[in-house]
């Protein structure tokens, strides 16, 4: 239970009931965050509402709790940055609920969506920023773009990391064996990749080998088919001319005769 002595014991009941409702039936777009240490200070995240210029924004809040309450309203505050008619530069929060239209009846649970409501229909009448106040009321699409900006600088959602997933991934990669101080996982073993240079060096030697061998027998090769071409070459011509040297007989004989 909470240990903070300004609350009544009564009250720290009835506030420990209704922390517990709003934990497992939360508001929408809100979610408390339960210190059971200390109830007289109550704090919850706010997604900014969809089709506002808080949308996408998570907003964190705080609603401080006086000795006397239920009989005196709790205060609240934007811990989160916002640009805001109805939001100080303190974080103080202005809404009726929390003032004039006070109830001790009113509960933790209508508190917190008047405080979200708040972020879809402001009221400039009653700014705490003069500056939204007046551009709210003036020029809307300034009002919007000043109140964008700020949610993106400074309402931006933390990303979440799945850690079961990366330790699942790390797991499947030590299936099998597990892993020395020295080797990374996944990796071959050492005398795995010994064996492989083993083989690769061999393999190309043998390869340079080849070739130094082909070298010269391709050259001889081709030596021999020039000297072959060659003679052919040689002996066609001499058939050539002992073929005209017959035929310049054989008219010289038929000369003689006439």
């Excluded at 972020?119 to 000043?146: C, D, T, V, W």
Aim: charged share 25%; net charge positive; proline share 7%.
């Amino acid at each position: 239970m909470a240990s903070n002595e300004n609350l009544p014991p009564n009250v720290i009941k009835q506030l420990a009931k209704e922390l517990k409702s709003l934990d497992e039936s939360p508001p929408d777009g809100i979610k408390v965050l339960v210190n059971d240490e200390d109830f007289s200070q109550i704090s919850a995240d706010i997604e900014g509402p969809v089709g506002t210029p808080y949308e996408n924004g998570l907003f964190r809040m705080k609603l401080a709790l006086s000795h006397d309450f239920p009989h005196s309203p709790p205060k609240g505050y934007f811990m989160t940055k916002i640009f805001h008619p109805n939001v100080a530069s303190n974080g103080e929060i202005c809404v009726n609920t929390l003032k004039k239209d006070w109830n001790p009846s009113l509960g933790l649970r209508h508190v917190l969506s008047v405080v979200r409501c708040l972020l879809i229909e402001p009221f400039p009448e009653s700014a705490l920023n003069e500056q939204a106040g007046k551009m709210l009321l003036e020029n809307y699409e300034e009002y919007a773009r000043h109140a964008r900006l700020y949610t993106g600088i400074h309402a931006k959602p933390k990303p979440k990391f799945k850690t079961g997933a990366i330790s699942e991934s790390t797991t499947a990669l030590n299936v099998g064996g597990q892993t020395t101080n020295n080797e990374t996982p996944g990796a071959l073993p050492p005398s795995s990749v010994a064996d492989i240079n083993r083989v690769t060096t061999a393999t190309a030697k043998d390869q340079q080998q080849q070739v130094a061998n082909n070298v010269p027998v391709a050259a001889a090769g081709s030596a021999n088919v020039a000297a072959t071409t060659t003679t052919q070459k040689r002996e066609a011509g001499l058939a050539k001319v002992q073929a005209d040297k017959k035929k310049v007989d054989a008219r010289k004989k038929s000369l003689k005769r006439l």
